[in-house]
């Protein structure tokens, strides 16, 4: 009888220790938390100030792809994530979309170079080569030897609407254009 109150007794105690050391990620309430990196992409402009509402990188309307661009408000703010050097916008369980950087079709107003263009895809394509990176929380890109410093531009599109580009040299502000830089401070730094 003894031993047998000690077998339950040893099987009941391992039971407990096994369930106390099962991790339960208490206070692990963001996505973020499950995909390494997950983070929103705040632009900040130019004169920023922590009084002006926070931009995000979108597109529009928000499920579509096409051009990235900036926009303000935090409903529908997307979140993005880099893997195997490719920057990626998680859309859900089963979904992400590529952002794809591509050559321009013509001169950046003021600069006389063709720009780099960020677009939002279902497959990767766009420049081979490429390479997403953080540089602290800023998100920088880079082809070859050469980066864009972490320098975007939201601008004004020939055919309308709005884009977001970037140069691999550094050039003067395009006209009908904003400088900005890209910042996912939630990802693991």
Request: aromatic fraction near 10%.
């Amino acid at each position: 009888m003894y031993r047998f109150r000690t077998t339950i007794f040893f099987v009941l105690l391992f039971c407990a220790v096994t369930a106390f050391a099962v991790p339960t990620f208490e206070g692990q309430y963001s996505i973020g938390s499950l995909i390494p990196g997950l983070s929103s992409l705040q632009a900040l402009r130019e004169g920023h100030s922590r009084k002006s509402a926070p931009r995000h990188l979108n597109v529009r309307p928000p499920d579509a792809i096409g051009n990235l661009t900036i926009t303000s408000g935090a409903a529908g703010t997307p979140l993005f994530y880099i893997h195997r050097s490719r920057l990626w916008r998680y859309v859900n369980e089963t979904s992400i979309h590529a952002v794809n950087v591509v050559n321009g079709t013509e001169d950046a107003p003021g600069t006389n170079q063709i720009p780099l263009q960020m677009m939002l895809d279902e497959q990767p394509g766009g420049i081979n080569g490429g390479v997403w990176k953080w540089q602290g929380t800023m998100l920088i890109y880079q082809l070859g030897s050469k980066n864009n410093s972490g320098v975007y531009y939201d601008c004004m599109l020939p055919k309308g609407g709005r884009g977001l580009l970037t140069f691999l040299q550094g050039v003067p502000t395009p006209r009908g254009c904003s400088l900005l830089t890209l910042h996912g401070f939630e990802h693991d730094v």
